[in-house]
């Protein structure tokens, strides 16, 4: 047990990012829009969060500003491909080229600074916690905060009737219309939610993990949230397990290459990215299961005139 | 929108006010006048049909009832008060329902689920059961609240579209083009529902170009004619010429000479041909065999989705046998050939979807003349021959009186009618000796369907096999020799057009092959007998 708790706690700690930001594309996929732009909305988050964090030192500040960001970010994406009815693959890569630009510009000032992030109070009253403080303890509370965001999902996808009303929009925009829903109002919604996410992913990753600013920082994490969604068939438990699987294997090439293991650093680097995708692939091959999930109208804009 | 409309009283003899008066509606799209200074007067209780070709503007009209398109003038009155409808939303509010022709309704959810999105009121799932199963009995629509709608049949999921806008207790339901996809028997039961719910007290606005089922459901007609009212009439009292007269303004040219054909060499056959279901959405086929003889018109019936999209695919050469034998094009094994290769082998193709398989929207008439017809001497060496191509172009449209603007005109640019003359005309006129056609008259207007299976019937009379897979039994009767029957992939025998009523076909389509009649031998033609037989299972 003790020899693996500190495995375990890595893992959770490098699959977080990837849990909120994949969470949050995949709400905005199930309302039918294809936001690639995850990277792009990650980094702004993340660069608006460690100024934030830099300058006030309050951690939960630093997230609300990776979240606004974020949401800024996806609502400038909402008005090219949701209101004026823009390619949505093109406008996402721009958004993601564009985020990454304007992520190294604002960050100029602080590449190389680090955070002194004390530990969170909360933090150090749940590590006294019998039996689970071990694993509570040491983890910050935005990974906690990320559970509950997954099961507050996963009840609205499937158990709510807002949730309904979204994955309606998503498989057919014209017959939500056609019965009186504003698909156009949800869709901006379920986009700015991604957006506040992947914003939140970004903030994670800059204050909490590294701590420390450098351009790029997110390191395809974004990229890597939008194949996850797709890979997991749109399905928020199959979602957290790929972000999972990813943190995984990163902290087990980081274990080995603590252990010496003789094989270049950068291929065990890329090794989570490929080990994520491959498993991914192999476990979604199941047609049917891409058929009953995938929203129908993902990528399509809609037009109530049309 | 004028505020103070004229006072001028409504001529119709109703003591109560009207459920629904529309006074000088004008809708004007950039190409179109869609409507233009309609007039409409429904009574409570009335079913009131509204009819006219395709583009003479019923459903734009349908749409600006409902709220989904904004009128650029005209009044709106709802029960003797002015009301303005900007959405659906509103519409369900004052008591509006609609059942649209495409239906609107999510195939990934269940029943409950697509019932619970349209309902006002937010109810539980839970509780729409119940009042599901109430509605289900007392109007005779049986359906299953927990089920899919993906795994629906057609009829299933227009009962759910019935049932979700009865859930709204409507004084007004519109129903647009409601039994274009019902087999006889379904259509029966949707009247019986209808005159139910008129009975009640609520009013039916049924949009539809089928005069027979107009003349037998609806007390008063509004005939549109590009974008006007030509007439208000009984239908009750009018013959179906004269209904069609009013609807397109001149007389309805009949069939010339269609008996005078005699069955020749077997040219398509089709034998055995079993294929799997392609994913949760697809149908699988099970032993279908077919023969399709030269001067013949073989028709094959069915609600759509059981089956017709494998079967044609698998025709045209878009999916592919790996057993060469299961489809043969005069007697040349062409199972296991890609579209182009059994094209050459003189088969032509008129596929379901105009705008996409059948035609490339952006692309000219002559480019999309060029798609198929390529090999009628069009190109040299590989390279284009305009000069020809254009005269073929211009072939297609003058030998079909293909409205548009032209060989250069883009595809997209012809309504759904015209576009599928020229599409015909393509096919036909590389006299194909096999010729396979999908949903000729799918939503084209009466004169042009006429133009369409003379067309047809032409070819056949020149000695081609001609097969029709269609859901509109009247025009197969109109045209097929021969008749069969696809249901859950499996394809009946053919019975002789001549021989069978509409009765026998509706209840083939449920699934259960009535015997040929008059025949308890084998049939004549070879490949009937392996139909039948793997039928039987």
């Avoid at chain 1, 507050?152 to 499937?158: E, P």
């Avoid at chain 2, 809708?27 to 233009?36: G, I, S, W």
């Avoid at chain 2, 999105?117 to 729409?128: E, F, S, V, Y």
């Amino acid at each position: 047990m003790n020899g693996l708790l500190p495995i375990l706690i890595a893992t959770l700690v490098a699959g977080t990012p990837l849990v909120y930001a994949a969470l949050g594309e995949l709400v905005t996929e199930r309302s039918g829009v294809l936001n690639l732009g995850v990277e792009g909305m990650m980094l702004v988050g993340a660069i608006a969060a460690f100024a934030v964090a830099y300058h006030t030192g309050s951690v939960p500040l630093a997230v609300l500003a990776g979240a606004a960001a974020g949401i800024g970010m996806a609502l400038l994406f909402g008005l090219l491909a949701i209101s004026f009815k823009a390619n949505q693959v093109a406008a996402g890569l721009a958004l993601a080229i564009f985020g990454g630009g304007l992520s190294s510009y604002l960050g100029k000032s602080y590449v190389g600074m680090a955070l002194v992030i004390p530990q969170s109070q909360l933090s150090a009253a749940a590590a006294d916690i019998p039996v689970l403080g071990a694993l509570l303890g040491p983890l910050h509370p935005l990974v906690w905060l990320s559970w509950l965001v997954f099961a507050a999902i996963a009840w609205f996808l499937y158990r709510s009737r807002a949730g309904l009303v979204l994955r309606a929009v998503g498989e057919s925009p014209s017959a939500a219309h056609a019965i009186g829903y504003p698909v156009i109002r949800i869709r901006y919604a379920a986009t700015a939610f991604g957006g506040a996410m992947a914003g939140i992913a970004g903030a994670y990753v800059s204050v909490i993990y590294t701590a420390l600013w450098t351009e790029g920082l997110v390191a395809g994490r974004g990229w890597i949230a939008v194949a996850l969604v797709v890979f997991a068939t749109w399905r928020p438990e199959r979602c957290i397990l790929g972000a999972y699987l990813f943190g995984g294997v990163t902290t087990a090439q980081l274990f080995a290459q603590g252990a010496g293991v003789a094989v270049p650093s950068e291929l065990m680097s890329a090794l989570p990215y490929l080990a994520t995708v491959l498993v991914l692939v192999l476990i979604s091959r199941d047609e049917t299961l891409i058929r009953l999930n995938l929203p129908a109208s993902l990528g399509k804009p809609f037009d109530a005139e049309g | 929108m004028t505020p103070t409309p004229d006072q001028s009283l409504d001529d119709q003899p109703a003591r109560r006010p009207l459920r629904l008066e529309l006074r000088g509606i004008r809708k004007a799209y950039p190409a179109v006048v869609a409507n233009d200074g309609v007039d409409l007067a429904v009574a409570p209780g009335e079913i009131h049909a509204v009819v006219g070709e395709n583009g003479a503007g019923k459903s734009t009209l349908m749409k600006i009832i409902y709220g989904m398109v904004r009128p650029d003038a005209g009044e709106m009155l709802w029960e003797g008060r002015e009301a303005e409808v900007r959405s659906p939303v509103d519409a369900q509010r004052l008591g509006i329902g609609m059942v649209f022709q495409h239906f609107a309704l999510f195939e990934t959810l269940t029943v409950a689920e697509n019932i619970a999105l349209a309902t006002p009121g937010r109810p539980a799932i839970a509780d729409l059961a119940p009042r599901i199963a109430e509605l289900a009995t007392r109007y005779g629509l049986p359906v299953d609240p927990m089920r899919r709608v993906h795994s629906m049949s057609v009829g299933e999921r227009q009962r759910v579209e019935i049932i979700r806008a009865l859930l709204q207790s409507p004084r007004l339901l519109i129903m647009d083009e409601p039994t274009s996809v019902l087999t006889p028997q379904a259509v029966r039961r949707l009247f019986e529902t209808l005159r139910q719910l008129a009975a009640e007290g609520c009013s039916i606005l049924y949009i539809s170009h089928k005069l027979d089922e107009i003349r037998e459901l609806c007390e008063r007609a509004t005939i549109l004619r590009g974008g006007k009212v030509v007439g208000i009439c009984d239908p009750r009292a009018e013959t179906p010429a004269s209904l069609a007269r009013a609807m397109i303004g001149a007389e309805l040219p009949g069939f010339r000479d269609a008996a005078a054909r005699s069955p020749g060499a077997m040219r398509l056959t089709v034998t055995n041909l079993s294929k799997p279901a392609d994913g949760p959405f697809g149908t699988a086929l099970g032993g279908i065999s077919l023969g399709v003889r030269a001067g013949e018109i073989l028709g094959i019936a069915g609600v759509s989705g059981n089956g017709q999209k494998e079967l044609l695919a698998a025709l045209s050469g878009e999916a592919r046998s790996a057993d060469a034998t299961t489809v043969a094009i005069d007697g040349a094994p062409a199972g296991h050939l890609a579209p182009a290769a059994r094209r050459r082998l003189g088969l032509a193709y008129v596929p379901e979807d105009r705008q996409g398989q059948g035609a490339i929207p952006v692309l000219t008439l002559s480019e999309n003349a060029l798609l198929t017809a390529a090999r009628q001497g069009l190109t040299r060496h590989g390279l284009v021959q305009f000069g020809k191509l254009r005269a073929y172009a211009e072939r297609c449209i003058s030998s079909f009186d293909v409205r548009c603007g032209g060989p250069d005109a883009a595809a997209g640019s012809l309504s759904g009618g015209n576009l599928q003359k020229f599409i015909v005309g393509r096919e036909v006129l590389q006299e194909p000796g096999v010729l396979v056609v999908a949903q000729p008259t799918w939503g084209v207007d009466v004169g042009a369907a006429v133009a369409i299976r003379q067309a047809l019937i032409d070819r056949a009379a020149a000695g081609a096999a001609v097969l029709v897979v269609s859901e509109e039994l009247d025009e197969l009767f109109e045209i097929a020799d021969r008749i069969a029957v696809i249901a859950g992939g499996r394809l009946s025998p053919a019975y002789p057009a001549r021989l069978v009523d509409r009765d026998a076909i509706g209840l083939a389509m449920t699934g259960t092959f009535p015997p040929v009649p008059g025949d308890a031998a084998p049939v004549p033609h070879p490949p009937t007998p392996e139909a039948a037989h793997a039928a039987a299972p």
